[in-house]
Structure formats: structure tokens, C-alpha cells
């Protein structure tokens, strides 16, 4: 479904690099996760691939669906199906979750050649997401995000994911600043919305929400490159040893390995 | 305030006094009226850049251009009644370019004992509550202002508004100023008085628009009095022509326990400057002057505010949010004094500024006044522009360019329309958001 080839990408500001030849393939009704230290290179990776305009690609390519999106817009990728949970969601006051997913959702509908729903479908539509993030029918009629807590963010991220409905997710940091609550609902939401038809990626620190998640592939990047691909064990082997045994001059050895 | 020595200009302001007097002769006060504006007029220069109130806008086009009185009404008018609130179908006044329209207005929504009509009409009748109101507030508070002075010179007509004791006027009223291009280089000189007896309370909604393109001079001068106990919601919504220039004051006072409720939407004229005097008559009040200001292409805005704190116990709040696209060029200072015994003085002042383009600009200037000791005053103003990350967030849910930048640009401006009661007005606010954002986003493709 996503190919990402050889994938180089710069600060557009700067020119300071930060992935250096990203190899990573994803494939239909699989979970990933990417994990690594800070500032590896993994937020950048989602915020590329969903289309940021602050960072330039240098090499390589990113195929969706067989197609490059290099030269897609953010919006365009979304109506492709493509997802990103922002780790640091922006408020817009005055703007209802509720209004601003429907014209989300009606825009992507129109552009993949789907119905769109009238606000009353949509009300009741949206609705029925919610359970899947255990939140309370006035949660669609808050403004985005404003005055929401850390937790209210990332759970209104997934809220959102399920209301979209994308073929590819990508979630950065999704389970940071949660308790473990909080960390439950949301790790079950995830997996009642990931199915044999669309792929999630997440990106994450830790390796706790992973005992709720059963990812398929594990990778792990180190300084914008993939230092290692697993399965679930290595990221119980990350938990135990840290990242420290695969930055070593190791590492470019191991560049490019495929799961 | 200092004054500055300043050589006399000569305009053509001036030479129009010459005709002021065809005005008089109808109502022996109005003439009185007159005769004191043109006095002022005679005796106080017209504003140059030299003065440190008007050194960042330009006032030439004004001295230099002629205009002319507006002559009484007997063109045809195009329909406008897509302007009309629903709220106030039957609690309307109309003006045309300045003139009373009796035909287009109509007030019976209001209780029998609220005086309200043309301020023409009332003088003819020698009604006492205008010759007790009517320039009463405006003279006090703008004595030394030229442009306050020739309103009064040239007041022709406006609105009178009386709310007896006790009286809640629960019907918006609609004060509708309709300018339209019969005639090219007039000028109209509106004059509006709210008076708000004790323990009263009323909404009033000032609308100026400008139905054409043309040139035109706006002088409204605003009179509003809230005795104790009273509460006033004035919203003002300045749509006039963009070949306009539009120069107003405001002049409020505000006595005990009383609350004054004031916004001001600027989207239209060339060049309008907005003065907002605010003066508290007595102890334990509260008012509120919160602005937007949506301008583009070479458009100039201009907000200088005067809230005075002259008593103790005083909550005041001062949202002005300016969003600025194209040439525009926006300017605010806003003033809050806090006199020697004014003392337990809450007072609030925020001037956010939305700038969209590299060429538009923006001075702003909080000021703060303080003699007294105990007191709460945050004041501050911030330039931003929309943030990439906002975009990114809104795009990434597949929002094109327009719906983010319109949604982003609602949303910065919604805290300053949000608490205007009236539901309609707010929703054509934020469909003049929405267009404001549409045809900024026109006006890059374009280039």
C-alpha cells in the first residue's frame, strides 16, 4: 500500500537533514510501530509522509497505492486516504469538531467518489465513533481541540481517524501524555478501527502501548535512518536494553534490511 | 491630551460653512447646534501628521477632494432590504445618504413610552428629551475635536433613542445608514443619541453601508448616556463604500452600576477612523469596547480608543482583533487612564493582529495612564500570521488551502463577535469573514 524508497528529506529552512535513506514498506491489515530515541527522525517521517510543507525531499520517493505523492498536497493525500494523528493537535476555537469533520469528511467523500452525508447522517454517524474512544456525545459539538486536556487531544486524534476512515494512519506519539486509562481506550479504539483493508504506523517512544497493540513489524530509527526491523519481540528487547547496543557503526550495516 | 501648536490648513471643509446656514431656520435648538459646531469648525485646524494622534494616516485625499452636502432625498433608491435584521423588522430606522427615509422605517415593536425617531422631526417638534440629551455627551467628551464639531455644524438628521426607568426594550434596534450613489463627493454627518434612564436597557445596532462604489465623507457621531443601573449593547458595523472615508466618534458615559456593551466591526472605507471615548460618571462599572477590524487592499483603519477611569471600581475590557491582507495598513492606540481616586480598577486591553501579506502593516500602541495605586490593568498587542503547523493540521484532514486559511481566520476572529446578542448579526459577521477570506484568497490567485 505505502512504499517508501531510499527516502532522504531536509529542513526546508536549513538544509539540515534528517532522513537519510528511508526504506520501509507497509502493506494492507498490518500494524508497525517505529520507535527510536529523540530526535531520530521518526515525527518527521509521518509529518513527510502526510505532506508537510517545512520539510524538502531530497531523494527518493514515496509511492502510494504504485503512485509517487511527492508532489501532493497535504489535503490531496488525505482525500488519497492518507492519516496523520498529530502529536501536538492544534486548537481551532470556534470551529466544532463536529463541523469541521463533516466538511473534512464530505470533501474526502467527494474526491473518492463516495456519498456525503447531510449533517443529520453525519451527527448520527459521528456519533457511533465515539464509542469507539469511550467520549460523550458533546464532545462532536466542542470546538477543535480549544481548551481540551492532553488526553482529550489524542483521543479527539482517533476520534477523528475513525470518522475519516483512511486506508494508512500514521500516529505520531498517540500514547504520549496519557495515563493508563486513558492509554487503554485509545490502544482499543486503534484496534477496533484497524482492520484487514487499511494499515496503521505507529510512532512511538515506549514500548507501553505495545502490550495493548500487537504490532506486526517493529522498526527502529536512529539518526533518519532504520537501524533494525523485527517483530514484537524486539521492542520488548528495546524495553529491556534501550536503544544503546544498535548505535554503534553497526548501524549503516543494517540500513536497508527488509521485513 | 498635548496640544500642538499647528499652522492652520486650509480645506475645503472650512470653505463649506459659507452653505451651513441653509441648514437652520426648522428648529431654533438645532440652529444653536449649529451655530456652536460652526464656531469649533472656525476656530480649531482641521488634523495634520504632525500631531502625534494622526501621524500614521493621511488625511490629504480628504482636505483636498471637495465635497458637498448631501441634497435631500428624492432619487430612486435600490432595494437593500437584504440588509434588514430580522430581529428588528419592526424596530428600524433608515437613513439615505444622511436623510431620514420615513418609508423605510418603522418602530412599531417598541413600547409606547420609548421615544425614539428622527432627530429632524423631534427638533421640529421642540421635544425635550433631545434638547436635553443631544450634544450634551458629544461636546463633553470631544470639546476640542474638530471633526465632532462639524458634524454638529452640519447636523441635518440622525437617530434619538429614549429608554425611560425601568424599561427593558427586549426588540434590537436596527439604526441603518444606507449610502448610495446618486451622488458622487458628498458628505453626511449622522448623528445618533442613545439615552439610557435608570435601570434600563436596550440593543442597538449601528450599520453603515455602502450600497455603491463611490466617493463619500461619513461623520457619525455617537452620543450614548447609561444612567445608573443601566445597560447598553451597541454594536457598530462599518460597511461603507471602499472609496469611503468614514470618521467616527463615539461618546459614552457610563454612571453607577451601569454597563456599556460595545463592538465595532470594521470592513469597509478606504480610510475610517474610529474614536471611542468612554468616560465612567461614578463608582462600581463596567463597559466594554471590543473591535475587529477586516481590511484589505489599500485600505487604512485607524482605532484610537479613550477609556477613562475617573472613579473606583471600574471592570473594563478592550478586545481589538484586526486581520490585514493586501496594502492595508491598520493602526491602534488605545488610551486607558485611571484617574488619581480611581481606585479596585480591573481593566483589560488586547490589540491581536492577523497580518496575511508582506506588504500590509500595522502600529499599535497600548497606552496606559495610571494615577492610582491599587489597580489591575494587563495590557498588550501581538503580530502574527497564520501558523504553517494550523494549515498543515487542518490540510492533513482534507481541507483545502481555502477552508483552512477561512477556518483559521474565523476562528481569530470569532472571540470579538461571539457575545453581540443579536443572533443574526452575528451570523452576517461571520459571512463577512468568510467573504473577507474568500476574496483575499482571490486576490493572491489573481496576482
Sequence with gaps: MLEIKDLHVCVEEDGTEILKGVNLTINEGEVHAIMGPN????STLSKVVAGHEAYEVTQGDILFEGESILELEADERAHLGLFLAFQYPVEVPGVTNKNLLRQAYNTIAQEQGREELDPLQFEDYAKEKLDLIKMKPEFIERSVNAGFSGGEKKRNEIFQMAVLD??????????????????KTVANGINQIADDDNAVVMVTHYQRILDYITPDHVHVMIDGEIAKSGDKDLAIKLEEQGYDWLIEPATASVNGEQQ | MAKVKQKKERTFLQDLL????????KSQFLDKVRLKGAEGVRNTPFPTKKLEDWKYISLRDLYRDSYELASEL??????FSEHYLPESEQSRLVFINGSYSEAHSTTEALPDDVTIGNIAQLAAEDNELLKEHLNTYAQNNFEDDVFTAFNSAFLKDGAFIHVPEGKTVDTPIHLLNIQTDAEEHYFATPRTVIAAEQDSEVTVIEDHIGLADNKYFNLPVVEVN???????KHTKIQRDSRKAIHIARTAAFVAKHADYESYTITRGAKLSRNEPRISQRDEEVEFTVDGLVLIDGDQVSDTHSVMDHRFSHAESH????????????????GKIFVQRDAQKIDSFQENRNLLLSRKGLVNTKPQLEIFADDVVC???????????????????????????????????????IENISVDSVQELLAEEVRNFTKRQLDSELAV
Design chain 1, 39 to 42: 530526535g531520530s527522525g521518526k
Design chain 2, 318 to 333: 478592550q478586545l481589538h482583533k484586526c486581520v490585514i491582507n493586501g496594502k492595508a495598513h491598520s493602526v491602534f492606540n
Design chain 2, 378 to 416: 494587563t495590557h498588550g498587542a501581538t503580530v502574527g500570521q497564520l501558523e504553517q503547523d494550523e494549515l498543515f493540521y487542518l490540510k492533513s484532514r482534507g481541507l483545502n488551502e481555502q477552508q483552512a486559511r477561512e477556518l483559521l481566520i474565523y476562528a481569530f476572529a470569532l472571540e470579538t
Design chain 2, 74 to 79: 428624492d432619487v430612486e433608491v435600490p432595494d
Design chain 2, 226 to 232: 447609561l444612567e445608573e443601573g443601566a445597560h447598553v
Design chain 1, 166 to 183: 483512511p486506508k494508512i494512519s500514521f500516529l505520531d506519539e498517540t500514547d504520549s501524555g496519557l495515563d493508563i486509562d486513558a492509554l
Design chain 2, 18 to 25: 459659507n452653505f451651513q446656514g441653509s441648514l437652520n431656520g
